[in-house]
């Protein structure tokens, strides 16, 4: 099992960045695919981005891509979420989650089911 929580969220105006940052414990963190989601309010929780357990691919949502740079640190046991050029559509609570391999065929790992365990969730308001 892991534990995740996240810091780091605030107000911040368009344009200018902010740095997410997740501390997780457990044994077998280095095991997990770690991802960050967000959710807006009245919208579905979606998908930002993702890195692998040895953290050598990484993976991003096509409305981040280019703007948003996800990393861990396995012997530190962080990630981290490095947010640039913010829009006031990436307002939303962002969460760190991370999970297990699962059939892709079955759930994919950009979809909230691939995920076993989530951190508190930290907010994120871009103004305009």
Not at 57 to 63: G, L, P
Request: charged share 20%.
């Amino acid at each position: 099992q892991v534990q995740l929580v996240e810091s780091g969220g605030g107000l911040v105006q368009a344009g200018g960045s902010l740095r997410l940052s997740c501390a997780a414990s457990g044994r077998t963190f280095s095991r997990y695919t770690i991802a960050w989601f967000r959710q807006a309010p009245e919208k579905e929780r979606e998908f930002v981005a993702r890195v692998s357990p040895s953290g050598g691919s990484t993976y991003y949502a096509d409305s981040v891509k280019g703007r948003f740079t996800i990393a861990r640190e396995n012997a530190k046991n962080t990630i981290d979420l490095q947010m640039n050029s913010l829009k006031h559509e990436d307002t939303a609570v962002y969460y760190c989650t991370a999970g297990v391999f699962r059939d892709p065929l079955v759930v994919g790992p950009t979809n909230v089911r691939w995920y076993d365990y989530w951190g508190q969730g930290t907010q994120v308001t871009v103004s305009s």
